[in-house]
Structure formats: structure tokens, C-alpha cells
């Protein structure tokens, strides 16, 4: 008969717990690639966009030095593995890409008006 103390028991629960943090830790290492932010951030768009009705858009506004500006985002991107990249327009319709690091994102997503001239 094979007899495990308790000692040794809550010894191998507490390797099988670590194991558990080290999968889960690995597996959002793997999603916070900056190709996996950039699909999530696109799914989560085109979700609140279908929610709007056609004279409504999303907008991104970033904020950063006291400063404003809004971003009607065409296309995500990344480059390499931790920066997103965000093709856009402003509100006068000039192109704008930003560029962020996937540790900086940090912008709100807003509705506006369509421009009647976009």
C-alpha cells in the first residue's frame, strides 16, 4: 500500500499550483503579442462600430501633454512583437498612424458624427 504523507501531498498540490501560475503567466505572455492586441483591439472596434447607427462612427481620442486628438482608425497593424500601429484620419481628414508600444496603449473610444464630406 502506498502511503503519501501529508507533508509530501501538500508538497505536490503546491508544485501543481506553481505549474498552473507558470501556464497562465505564459499563456498572456502570448496573447499580449503585439499581433494579438492589435486583433483584439480590431474585434472590439468593428463590435461597438455594428452597435452604431450609419450617421455614426467610432473615434479614438488619444491624449497625451494636454493635448487632443481624435483618430477615425481605418486599419491596425503591428510591427514586430510589441507595437500596434493605428491608420487613420483626423477629423479634417489628414492621414495620422500612431504607433504604441503594447505596454502604453491607453486611448478611449468614442462616438461622433460622420463628416459629411468623408
Known amino acids: 500500500m502506498d502511503f503519501i504523507s501529508p507533508e509530501v501531498k501538500r508538497q505536490m498540490q503546491q508544485n501543481q499550483a506553481n505549474r498552473q501560475i507558470e501556464i497562465n503567466a505564459s499563456k498572456m505572455q502570448l ?8 486583433y483584439y483591439l480590431y474585434e472590439e472596434i468593428r463590435d461597438y462600430q455594428n452597435k452604431l447607427p450609419d450617421t455614426e462612427d467610432v473615434a479614438m ?3 497625451q501633454f494636454n ?9 491596425i497593424g503591428c510591427i514586430g512583437y510589441n507595437l500596434v500601429c493605428f491608420h487613420g484620419e483626423d477629423t479634417s481628414g489628414k ?3 500612431l504607433i504604441q508600444h503594447v505596454q502604453q496603449l491607453n486611448f478611449l473610444l468614442m462616438v461622433v458624427q460622420i463628416p459629411a464630406l468623408r
Not at 67 to 75: A, G, L
Open 31 to 38: 496573447d499580449s503579442s503585439a499581433e494579438q492586441v492589435a
Open 61 to 63: 481620442s488619444i491624449v
Open 67 to 75: 493635448q487632443s486628438i481624435t483618430i477615425f482608425v481605418k486599419e
Open 95 to 97: 492621414p495620422l498612424e
